[in-house]
């Protein structure tokens, strides 16, 4: 199953989760206005929620980066050769 897949069938299952509980609310009115305002904006709370998520693990993924000063000096030297590989053949900087 592809991402796409999984992703579609989430929403769908998760959309029909909250049809079936807005229109029970609105049958049912023993549930309190409490209750039925917080199943009304659930989705957008959801949204909230995820987008709070993946914000924290996005900033807590760049504080943990680590730098590797062997890599960049290796890639450093690997420019600098390319560089005059480069100008052998007759290309200009």
Known sequence: MTKLAEWL?????YLGIWISLLSRTKQNDALS??????ILFLPFITLLVFGIYSLSIILWRVYNFNDCPEAAKELQEQ???AK?????KGLKF
Do not use: C, P, Q
């Not at 069938?9 to 299952?13: N, V």
């Not at 005059?84 to 052998?88: I, T, Y």
């Open 84 to 88: 005059n590989d480069l100008k052998s």
């Open 79 to 81: 420019i600098i050769e």
């Open 9 to 13: 069938t989430g929403i769908t299952l």
């Open 33 to 38: 206005e409490r209750w039925n305002n917080i």
